[in-house]
């Protein structure tokens, strides 16, 4: 079964510094989304991405961060000066349809120091 | 505004019981109503979903929810839980307007021999 695959799965990075989380949705889907997950905590909504183009996004998702589809398959999500607080699990998700179930992949750690 | 409450943090269940997990939520739209699954250190997995038609769902690994709009819950089942079942489980709920996810905070269920 096809999945939603999310590189690296964990990513060290010093305060201040820019990172880059890679996700590569399942192919054929047409809606992305971002969602962070703050240990112990529940899962919060980001951002989500259609026809290459922010569809919505939450109050988390202000100007530090920022999505991208560089090419057919890839979508990235960058932080661009990280703070202790970015410190959480990433997911990424996506789906074929905005009212079908999004498939999320495994998440990408990111621990800032 | 939406809202998802999972009402218990923490199920401790022996093994072969049934257990229930409870989830309420609250909106002023029509939503869609989902439980995912998440074993240590993996991403969010789909148990099952409520889109519309009948009220009770059957999910994946003997997992069912049912839907109650007068009580608005959603709360997940299964006659006879196995070891395997260990892991969080967190409800969510869609806007049928909107493409993002509103999570619970997550129930940890530990399954005990």
């Known amino acids: 079964e096809p999945e939603v695959t999310q590189t690296p799965s964990h990513q060290v990075t010093q305060m201040g510094q820019e990172v880059i989380l890679r996700c590569v949705p399942i192919?054929?889907?047409?809606?992305f989304y971002w969602y962070r997950q703050i240990l112990g905590q529940k899962v919060e909504f980001l951002v989500s991405f259609y026809n290459n183009e922010i569809s919505e996004k939450s109050e988390i998702f202000d100007d530090q961060f920022s999505v991208e589809r560089p090419d057919g398959s890839n979508f990235t999500l960058k932080i661009r000066s990280t703070k202790l607080e970015d410190s959480a699990m990433y997911f990424c998700a996506s789906c074929l349809d905005s009212n079908q179930p999004q498939h999320f992949g495994d998440g990408t750690r990111l621990s800032i120091l | 505004a939406q809202s998802v409450t999972q009402l218990d943090s923490q199920v401790p269940v022996f093994e072969e019981a049934p257990v229930e997990l409870r989830c309420n939520y609250s909106s002023s739209v029509s939503v869609y109503l989902f439980w995912y699954v998440q074993y240590p250190n993996q991403g969010l997995q789909l148990l099952l979903k409520?889109?519309?038609?009948?009220?009770l769902v059957k999910g994946i690994n003997g997992f069912e929810a049912e839907f109650n709009k007068s009580q608005t819950s959603f709360h997940l089942r299964k006659p006879s839980v196995h070891i395997s079942d260990t892991a969080e489980y967190f409800c969510?709920?869609?806007?049928?307007?909107?493409?993002?996810?509103?999570f619970g905070t997550g129930t940890s269920l530990t399954v005990i021999p």
């Open positions: 192919s054929n889907h047409l809606y």
């Open positions: 409520y889109l519309s038609g009948s009220t």
């Open positions: 969510a709920v869609q806007k049928n307007t909107g493409n993002q996810f509103y």
